[in-house]
């Protein structure tokens, strides 16, 4: 569904996107696959410039022990907040 999702954006149909990307993260915490859910969550932040999805993928990359998830969130957030500042 995040593939999906990717692929909406990327033709240019940014609203189906959107329900594809809300649709895998429910799947995703349903069956409790965090890693998945925060993967879409840093698809998003990577599309739509969603700071709280980021946020949150991070918290799970590092719970998770996915380092180099991890460090391509964090890089993401200091794009966006380059002194830490917010």
């Known amino acids: ?3 999906k999702g ?3 954006w990327l033709t240019g149909n940014h609203r189906r996107a ?3 990307w809300e649709q895998s993260l429910t799947v995703s915490m ?6 998945e859910a925060a993967l879409t969550r840093l698809e998003m932040r990577r599309r739509l410039g969603d700071r709280k999805s980021l946020e949150e993928s991070i918290h799970v990359f590092a719970e998770l ?7 391509t969130a964090r890089q993401r ?5 380059p002194h830490g500042g917010g």
Do not use: F, P, V
């Open 18 to 20: 959107r329900r594809w």
């Open 30 to 35: 349903a069956l409790g696959t965090k890693y």
């Open 65 to 71: 022990g996915a380092e180099l998830d991890l460090a």
């Open 77 to 81: 957030l200091q794009e966006i907040a």
């Open 6 to 8: 990717t692929w909406a």
């Open 1 to 3: 569904m995040r593939s």
